[in-house]
T-cell receptor
Framework: GEDVEQSLFLSVREGDSSVINCTYT??????LYWYKQEPGAGLQLLTY?????DMKQDQRLTVLLNKKDKHLSLRIADTQTGDSAIYFC???????????FGTGTQLKVEL | GAVVSQHPSWVICKSGTSVKIECRSL??????MFWYRQFPKQSLMLMAT?????????EQGVEKDKFLINHASLTLSTLTVTSAHPEDSSFYIC??????????????FGPGTRLLVL
């Protein structure tokens, strides 16, 4: 099965950019997602990228995909305190519905 | 749009009792729903895939007789934790796949149900 790895913790200052990284093992992953989880809550889909794309930008969020290195990143511009949460990357292969989640990165935004 | 609800949001029960958790897609139809379990400070682990009108597909290591899944309609799936024990205490999250969307953002997650078994 697929393994998806993330760094556990990231701390940034308010207003700075945050970059959360994710590596995956299954090169056949066709969709890669970023989800946000606030304390005690479910997962909120932030954005996703199809495997034939290198980059996707959506307002403050930029997703970069390096298929060769199987590396995915999420950049949050002008990080705010409300961005403090756990961020999960997840991969989905082909027509299957199953998602494999990364270990999650806790983002802490400091004033 | 694309809202998934779960009920209850939290439950405390005695060991040996059964607990039913509901997952509803409020504004879309979902032939397929998923049940995940999340331990504190850990990632989500898929427990089973719930299919409307047919048996659920369980992941390896998940006891189907322990975690009963029923998907009786296109908007409702239920997870029943039978004879719950303290080790079943966890955060249970469901997701639903929007039948009208074929690609990309197809799964929407519920807010989760926190179960504490005493």
């Amino acid at each position: 099965g697929e393994d998806v790895e993330q760094s556990l913790f990231l701390s940034v200052r308010e207003g700075d950019s945050s970059v959360i990284n994710c590596t995956y093992t299954d090169s056949s992953s066709t969709y890669l997602y970023w989800y946000k989880q606030e304390p005690g809550a479910g997962l909120q889909l932030l954005t996703y990228i199809f495997s034939n794309m290198d980059m996707k930008q959506d307002q403050r969020l930029t997703v970069l995909l390096n298929k060769k290195d199987k590396h995915l990143s999420l950049r949050i511009a002008d990080t705010q305190t409300g961005d403090s949460a756990i961020y999960f990357c997840a991969g989905r292969t082909g027509g299957g519905n199953k998602l494999t989640f990364g270990t999650g990165t806790q983002l802490k935004v400091e004033l | 749009g694309a809202v998934v609800s779960q009920h209850p949001s939290w439950v405390i029960c005695k060991s040996g009792t059964s607990v039913k958790i509901e997952c509803r897609s409020l504004d879309f139809q979902a032939t397929t729903m998923f049940w995940y379990r999340q331990f504190p400070k850990q990632s989500l682990m898929l427990m089973a895939t719930s299919n409307e009108g047919s048996k659920a597909t369980y992941e390896q290591g998940v006891e189907k007789d322990k975690f009963l899944i029923n998907h009786a309609s296109l908007t409702l799936s239920t997870l029943t934790v039978t004879s719950a024990h303290p080790e079943d205490s966890s955060f249970y999250i469901c997701s639903a796949r929007d039948d009208s969307r074929e690609f990309g953002e197809t799964q929407y997650f519920g807010p989760g149900t926190r179960l504490l078994v005493l």
